[in-house]
């Protein structure tokens, strides 16, 4: 029924998969839950190799039991793989625009979604139709290390595919893309989550745990419950959110209630406060408890790289096109994105350029470095300062200008996606290496760019 391959769980049904036999795996399969070892596996996948149909019913059991699974490991990777043409467009089709758990074409394409020291220097192929699916995928796979080249079209990935080994093309997959059922916001250091209704057997499997991760990944430790419109708990609603804490032990993570209505059942919130759980009388006495502010303080402090890294991943598509955009409508000039990797900073001292860097500061702390190649350096000038001969003097002040425009084009992607930020004055230097001797080592996403047919590359280092 199931088989493990490196750390990957696949649960393998055969034939006709309806709600009863989805019922009869899964209930075999949670049999045996207390045996697997959740820390020495990074996903759980239904395989459809087997499978001759499905129905809707067969497939949202699974589907709700693989999600229920991340209780056990945050970023545990859950979803379908092995389907034929024919499975991946009826599910597509069944799940329409709120596909909630993720379709791997094979187990191939699901490893490439593993965070391993592997991803490194290999180049992928994404080709999906979905442009959504295709900003998000490209953004996790370059995270994680890979050079994602991305096709544009059928006619360009029928071309570039024959210079791609098969577990090296990523097509035919997409990623879960569940809204939160509970709503959160970031409020100082915490962030504060407002369920509604009933918090019961259901919540488990509607709570967004992707979104949960990417808190903690970004560096918060403090998560506050306000209990205001809940109507209804029970002993599954409490072991809910005992388990948000309980899994989370080793990253810190502390969890509070607060506004609890005098209606509901007093013996369960006991319950929950007796797993160290904390309740505060309203969200003013969490947000003010200086012990948990010092915690949540510590935390955010050690992880703002993966705060920076978290917010630029999630605006690379739109960072990527101000850029381009900005050069054509600036200068006129042809720009067009060549690669983009996940690095740790070097320079080529070989490169003949002119570099500039620019500080962001506020809610996410950035440093951009702008390299231009020498000669597209002074195409630049030229078109700025409409002259045919520019002397050193007038490179660096044409480049400081282009670089202050550009880093002007990215701050209003990232204010549009609600970050608060304000930019230093360009600093630009003949000598690059004066400005890479800081940086050397950091991790950094390198975007290399082509503007008439010359290098550009931009480096982003939180």
Request: with cysteine.
């Amino acid at each position: 029924m199931s088989s493990k391959k490196d750390n990957i769980l696949i649960i393998s049904p055969k034939n006709y998969l309806d709600n009863d036999k989805a019922s009869e795996y899964v209930e075999k399969f949670n049999k045996d839950i207390a045996k697997v070892d959740f820390s020495k596996v990074d996903a759980v996948v239904v395989s459809l190799l087997q499978v001759s149909s499905f129905n809707r019913n067969g497939i949202i059991l699974f589907t709700n039991f693989l999600i229920s699974l991340k209780k056990y490991k945050l970023d545990l990777l859950v979803g379908f793989v092995d389907y034929d043409d024919e499975q991946f467009y009826s599910l597509r089709q069944m799940f329409d625009k709120n596909l909630n758990i993720a379709l791997y074409k094979d187990i191939a394409i699901l490893s490439c979604f593993i965070k391993s020291s592997k991803n490194k220097n290999r180049k992928l192929l994404l080709y999906v139709d979905n442009k959504n699916q295709e900003n998000w995928i490209f953004s996790e796979l370059v995270t994680l290390g890979f050079t994602v080249v991305i096709a544009k079209n059928d006619e360009d990935f029928e071309k570039l595919k024959a210079d791609f080994e098969k577990e090296n093309i990523i097509t035919q997959t997409q990623l879960a893309m569940i809204e939160d059922n509970i709503a959160s916001r970031v409020v100082d250091e915490f962030v504060i989550y407002y369920p509604e209704g009933s918090l019961d057997g259901e919540s488990e499997t509607k709570f967004n745990y992707k979104i949960f991760h990417t808190y903690i990944m970004q560096g918060f430790s403090v998560f506050g419950i306000d209990f205001s419109d809940v109507e209804f708990i029970n002993n599954r609603g409490a072991n809910f959110i005992i388990n948000l804490q309980k899994q989370s032990y080793s990253k810190h993570i502390k969890v509070a209630l607060f506004n609890i209505g005098a209606d509901l059942n007093q013996n369960i919130i006991q319950y929950i406060n007796q797993h160290d759980i904390v309740i505060f009388k309203d969200e003013k006495s969490l947000l003010n408890d200086s012990n948990l502010i010092s915690h949540a303080k510590k935390y955010i402090e050690k992880n703002s790289s993966n705060i920076g890294f978290s917010i630029i991943k999630k605006s690379l598509p739109q960072i990527i096109e101000s850029v381009i955009e900005s050069i054509d409508t600036m200068l006129d000039i042809k720009c067009e994105k060549k690669e983009l990797k996940a690095i740790e900073c070097n320079l080529d001292l070989n490169l003949k350029a002119i570099a500039s860097e620019i500080d962001f500061k506020g809610s996410v702390n950035l440093k951009l470095i702008f390299v231009y190649d020498l000669e597209l350096a002074k195409d630049i000038s030229k078109k700025m300062l409409l002259i045919e001969k520019v002397g050193i003097n007038d490179l660096l002040d044409s480049i400081s200008e282009i670089t202050n425009i550009l880093s002007g084009a990215i701050k209003t992607v990232l204010s549009n996606d609600g970050q608060k930020i304000s930019l230093s004055t360009p600093k630009t230097e003949r000598f690059i290496l004066k400005l890479f001797e800081p940086i050397v080592n950091k991790k950094a996403i390198k975007i290399e760019f082509i503007s008439n047919k010359q290098p550009l590359f931009l480096y982003l280092i939180p």
